[in-house]
Every structure is written in C-alpha cells, then in structure tokens.
C-alpha cells in the first residue's frame, strides 16, 4: 500500500524574521506528522533561520536551497 503525503506550501516573500519562522512553526503545529511542509521566500537569511529551527524542534530538512535572496525548504514534520 502506498500513502500519498500532501505537500503544503507556505510563500513567505515581502516578509522577514521573525514572521517566517513564526509562520512555519504555526503551520508545521496543525500538520500531522509525515506531512510534508514547502516554505518559500525572497529573504535568504530568513530561509537559514526557519532550517534551523526546523532542526532543532527534531523536523526532518529534506531539501534546502538558496539562490541569491531566494530560498525553499521542505520540512518533514517529525
């Protein structure tokens, strides 16, 4: 048997820290675990900041990329 897991995805671009990792621990607190969490944005350092958060509260970073100011994450809600 083969469980689909649903991609969220979260746009935070025009935002800054602290409200991109604000929202993403929001939104990571209503998922369930398994699923699948997309955050994108336009402010890199914000992007380095929710990676580690996401670290340190035992998620899974399953992909993380920067390109220029740009950057997506996907976090895997443990």
Avoid at 42 to 66: L, Q, Y
């Amino acid at each position: 048997m083969v469980k689909i897991v649903e991609l969220k995805v979260l746009d935070c671009s025009d935002l800054v820290c602290p409200l991109p990792v604000a929202k993403t621990k929001k939104l990571l607190n209503s998922m369930e675990n398994g699923e699948i969490l997309e955050v994108k944005g336009d402010f890199g350092e914000s992007g380095e900041n929710i990676k580690r958060f996401a670290e340190s509260h035992g998620h899974e970073v399953v992909d993380f990329k920067i390109e220029g100011e740009y950057y997506s994450i996907k976090i895997k809600k443990k």
